[in-house]
């Protein structure tokens, strides 16, 4: 299996101030980096080879530690884009804001993905007990309360059609909103009416892809914690 981690994310203002950096992979954890746990998570779940998509401070943190760097573009569709063409065959992609990222989570999610094209998501109740008073996370579809992880497997067979998609499915992945617009007006007018589900999606994306898509349900809620924003990176640094 090899992997790839997406680190050309950057942040300002208090932020960035209280981190130390502007590159959001780079902010300290208790004397970690959150790219550096990224790494070692994959690493340790199985990844032969790992390529980062990222600019000059991230080739100089982590550049011994990988087999690949990948010059990072402007955008994060672009980003996103060049991280699904970073190897050929399937694929472990994780995003690099995730402070509590560990190798088992990551094994039990690809395992349970079963090479299908996957997205790890955590069940709301679990989340919410793992970190309390950790406000600002999840959405409710169909009655179903999840928190989207940050760590997917791409089977080689999905890479290309997921490419083409790259930029709206990158903008549209933390918006139930946006997610049902991508699916098509039935399902927008399901989501209006408070019908849509996981399922749902599931299917239409299986349609449209012609590959198995999966939500992989349960996962831990340790591959769901994203350091988005000053409030999230607090509560990470405070909280173990």
Same mark, same amino acid.
């Given at each position: 299996?090899?992997?790839?981690? #997406?680190?050309?994310?950057?942040?300002?203002?208090?932020?960035?101030?209280?981190?130390?950096t502007?590159?959001?992979?780079?902010?300290?954890?208790?004397?970690? #980096?959150?790219?550096?746990?990224?790494?070692e998570?994959?690493?340790?779940?199985?990844?032969?080879?790992?390529?980062?998509?990222?600019?000059?401070?991230?080739?100089?943190?982590?550049?011994?530690?990988?087999?690949?760097?990948?010059?990072?573009?402007?955008?994060?569709?672009?980003?996103?884009?060049?991280?699904?063409?970073?190897?050929?065959g399937?694929?472990?992609?994780?995003?690099?804001?995730?402070?509590?990222?560990?190798?088992?989570?990551?094994?039990?999610?690809?395992?349970?993905?079963?090479?299908?094209?996957?997205?790890?998501l955590?069940?709301?109740?679990?989340?919410?007990?793992?970190?309390?008073?950790?406000?600002?996370f999840?959405?409710?579809?169909?009655?179903?309360?999840?928190?989207?992880?940050?760590?997917?497997?791409?089977?080689?067979?999905?890479?290309?059609?997921?490419?083409?998609?790259?930029?709206?499915?990158?903008?549209?992945?933390?918006?139930?909103?946006?997610?049902?617009?991508?699916?098509?007006?039935?399902?927008?007018?399901?989501?209006?009416?408070?019908?849509?589900?996981?399922?749902?999606?599931e299917?239409?994306?299986?349609?449209?892809?012609?590959?198995?898509?999966?939500?992989?349900?349960?996962?831990?809620?340790?591959?769901?914690?994203?350091?988005?924003?000053?409030?999230?990176?607090?509560?990470?640094?405070?909280?173990?």
């Amino acid at each position: 299996m090899r992997a790839v981690i #997406t680190a050309g994310g950057r942040i300002e203002g208090a932020y960035a101030r209280a981190a130390g950096t502007n590159v959001k992979a780079l902010a300290p954890i208790r004397g970690r #980096t959150m790219l550096s746990l990224a790494i070692e998570a994959a690493r340790s779940a199985g990844a032969s080879e790992i390529a980062i998509v990222g600019g000059e401070e991230v080739r100089a943190a982590c550049g011994h530690d990988v087999e690949r760097i990948i010059p990072e573009r402007e955008s994060g569709a672009e980003n996103l884009a060049l991280a699904l063409e970073a190897w050929p065959g399937d694929l472990l992609y994780l995003t690099s804001d995730l402070p509590y990222i560990h190798a088992e989570g990551v094994k039990d999610f690809v395992h349970r993905a079963a090479g299908a094209l996957s997205i790890a998501l955590a069940q709301g109740a679990t989340f919410a007990r793992r970190f309390p008073g950790a406000g600002g996370f999840g959405i409710t579809i169909g009655g179903e309360r999840v928190v989207n992880g940050g760590v997917f497997f791409v089977p080689a067979a999905a890479v290309s059609r997921v490419t083409t998609l790259a930029a709206r499915l990158f903008e549209g992945r933390k918006s139930r909103w946006r997610m049902a617009r991508l699916a098509g007006p039935d399902l927008l007018l399901r989501f209006a009416i408070g019908t849509l589900t996981i399922a749902s999606l599931e299917q239409r994306a299986t349609r449209i892809l012609g590959i198995e898509a999966r939500a992989v349900r349960g996962c831990a809620p340790e591959l769901a914690y994203d350091c988005d924003d000053l409030t999230a990176y607090r509560y990470a640094c405070e909280h173990p």
